[in-house]
């Protein structure tokens, strides 16, 4: 296993991001290259635990202590198998996962974790610059053929494990160009596009179909896909926002961060077309609500488009700087996490209740808030949100980012017109195979488990891709994914 006292003898690094005054003058990737010789200290980090609880912490089951030890050893192409044999798609893992992996590393008892995504992603990009990976084109066609809907990581992973399977696969996009949120949602600094049109020729060439500005639902019919079709996938996503109703709420200048972010994708791609209304944050006081990780993509947005000041607002408390009491290893910790884009500037503030916005001649100008704090669980361990008397504000304010979460996928449409059963949160309702109720119609991802980590989308496609083989050919050789193949 790696160097027994490899975690001895080495601390946990990290790659280098870029200099903040360089970066934000781009949307290039923020992070720098890191040495080979680093790397595999950090991959000799990696101790002979008798349990490798990364494995559970890992949706994809990916099988780290394997591919740590070979990276040590420099056997990069054996590490590229193993961590294909679980993961279709390491580089967008690797550069946007959460890692919580790394949260599950027993190392991270009473040391700094083992620095898996670095590792992850750095196997992949050797991968990819020595040309070891190459297309898996089907060995014979089953004559099946299956439509997935949404080209996001959920459905480009269902359809390149049913290509691989032998059947005929299409995508089906609503949007201009092919990927979903990996295409519009997530800024450049934390992914350039390069890296999923690779991907994405690889599986062209592999003979996946992708139909690009087709809705579902609208263009071909629910009834038509059926029909054309003799599985379909639904992979469209937690596309519904969560809105905030406060007075105030419909003044110009109050947008959702998925209005927001992909118009800036679009100009780094040269796509957005003259004319058309734009968000820009250049020269403006902008408040950011929320304090996830699309808040934080909101964040070093409109720092690089040149916003006067940023705030960004939390209704939460502040999160503990490390683990307590409440949250034991191995769990995924809630702690506060520091971005690269909160580096970069910008306010942030917790425990605020927007309580309403006022503007002028239709556009907002003010925002009004309060403090809050908790009260103590009651017998059922709930917590009651109070306001804090006499915390009353009001700031100015020229543009407003909703990053409040999203709540379900799009129901009306085609997801009515299917007849699909929704459980109670409103999400598309499957059973253990990924099947809805409606006969030959799966789904998989955020519009089945409601709004989650891009790790989990790729897992969900792949389950997806087991249950459609099983329905299509009464059995299935697709490997299975994460918790279910441990």
Request: overall charge negative.
């Amino acid at each position: 296993m790696a160097d027994p006292k490899g975690f001895l003898k080495y601390s946990r690094e990290n790659a280098p991001r870029r200099p903040i005054q360089e970066r934000i003058k781009d949307w290039i990737e923020v992070y720098e290259a890191f040495p080979e010789e680093k790397l595999r200290k950090q991959a000799a980090r990696c101790m002979d635990c008798g349990i490798p609880f990364c494995h559970q912490g890992c949706p994809l089951g990916n099988i780290i202590p394997d591919w740590n030890d070979l990276v040590y050893r420099g056997r990069w192409k054996d590490a590229l198998a193993e961590l294909h044999a679980t993961n279709n798609f390491p580089e967008f893992t690797g550069k946007l996962c959460p890692a919580p992996c790394e949260a599950a590393c027993v190392l991270g008892i009473n040391q700094d974790p083992v620095t898996i995504k670095r590792v992850e992603e750095t196997i992949i990009l050797r991968g990819w610059d020595e040309g070891w990976v190459k297309p898996e084109p089907p060995e014979r066609r089953t004559g099946k053929k299956v439509a997935v809907v949404g080209s996001g990581p959920a459905g480009l992973a269902a359809a390149q494990q049913l290509n691989r399977a032998g059947h005929t696969v299409t995508v089906f996009e609503r949007d201009d160009r092919i990927g979903g949120l990996l295409r519009y949602g997530i800024p450049d600094f934390k992914m350039e596009k390069w890296v999923l049109d690779r991907r994405l020729a690889q599986m062209e060439a592999e003979g996946v179909i992708f139909r690009p500005c087709v809705n579902v639902g609208v263009d071909i019919r629910a009834a038509e896909l059926r029909e054309q079709f003799d599985a379909v996938v639904l992979a469209g996503g937690s596309t519904v926002a969560r809105d905030l109703p406060v007075p105030g709420r419909e003044l110009d200048g109050i947008h959702f961060a998925m209005e927001f972010l992909p118009q800036q994708n679009r100009r780094v791609a040269g796509l957005w077309p003259e004319g058309k209304p734009q968000i820009t944050a250049e020269g403006k006081r902008v408040v950011i609500l929320g304090g996830g990780d699309t808040g934080a993509d909101c964040l070093g947005t409109v720092i690089r488009q040149g916003a006067a000041e940023v705030y960004q607002f939390e209704i939460m408390p502040k999160p503990p700087s490390e683990r307590d009491e409440t949250m034991p290893w191995p769990l995924y910790p809630m702690i506060l996490r520091t971005s690269s884009a909160h580096e970069e500037g910008g306010i942030r503030d917790w425990s605020i209740s927007t309580k309403a916005f006022s503007g002028e001649n239709g556009k907002v100008k003010k925002l009004h808030g309060v403090r809050v704090e908790f009260t103590r669980p009651d017998e059922n361990g709930r917590r009651k949100m109070v306001e804090v008397p006499g915390s009353e504000f009001e700031m100015e304010v020229d543009l407003v980012l909703l990053a409040l979460g999203f709540l379900h996928p799009q129901q009306e449409g085609l997801l009515n017109d299917l007849g699909v059963e929704f459980d109670p949160r409103g999400n598309v309702k499957t059973d253990k195979n990924y099947a809805t109720s409606v006969p030959g119609v799966f789904a998989c991802g955020d519009m089945r488990r409601g709004q989650s980590l891009i790790v989990w989308a790729i897992a969900e496609g792949r389950e997806a891709a087991r249950g459609v083989d099983t329905y299509l050919m009464g059995e299935s050789a697709l490997p299975l994914a994460g918790a279910k193949r441990l």
